[in-house]
Nanobody
Framework: QVHLAESGGDLVQAGGSLRLSCAAS????????MGWYRQTPGGEREFVAR???????NYADSVRGRFTVSFHVADNTVYLDMDNLKPEDTGVYYC??????????????WGQGTQVTVSS
C-alpha cells in the first residue's frame, strides 16, 4: 500500500512564499515521477508541476518562473517552492506520484491535499 503525506499548506499574503512537501511511503519498486496538482475554488483539478528526479521538470504556464519543483529520489520526497504567490494560487494542492511495481505496473497515487490560501 502506497501512502503520500503532504505538508506545508498555510495562509500567506500576496508576494509571499511557501514550501510544500510530500513524502511517499510503502512497498514499491520505483517512483517514475512526482508532482503537484491544485484545485482552485470552484475550479477543476489542474496540473501545477512535475519532476522525474533526473533533471526533467515541467510547469504549468501560470506558475513557471515563480514555482520550483524538486524530487529527491533518495528519500521519495517531492517539494514545491512557491514564490511571489498570488491570490489566484489559492486552492487545495495535491501531491501525485506515478509509481511502478512488478505486480501492478505504473499507477498514479494521490495525497489527501493541503490548503494554500493567498490573501490580497
Amino acid at each position: 500500500q502506497v501512502h503520500l503525506a503532504e505538508s506545508g499548506g498555510d495562509l500567506v499574503q500576496a508576494g509571499g512564499s511557501l514550501r510544500l512537501s510530500c513524502a511517499a511511503s510503502g512497498k514499491f519498486f520505483r517512483i517514475n515521477y512526482m508532482g503537484w496538482y491544485r484545485q482552485t475554488p470552484g475550479g477543476e483539478r489542474e496540473f501545477v508541476a512535475r519532476s522525474t528526479g533526473v533533471g526533467s521538470r515541467n510547469y504549468a504556464d501560470s506558475v513557471r518562473g515563480r514555482f520550483t519543483v524538486s524530487f529527491h529520489v533518495a528519500d521519495n520526497t517531492v517539494y514545491l517552492d512557491m514564490d511571489n504567490l498570488k491570490p489566484e494560487d489559492t486552492g487545495v494542492y495535491y501531491c501525485q506520484a506515478n509509481i511502478y511495481d512488478f505486480s501492478t505496473g505504473s499507477t498514479d497515487y494521490w495525497g489527501q491535499g493541503t490548503q494554500v490560501t493567498v490573501s490580497s
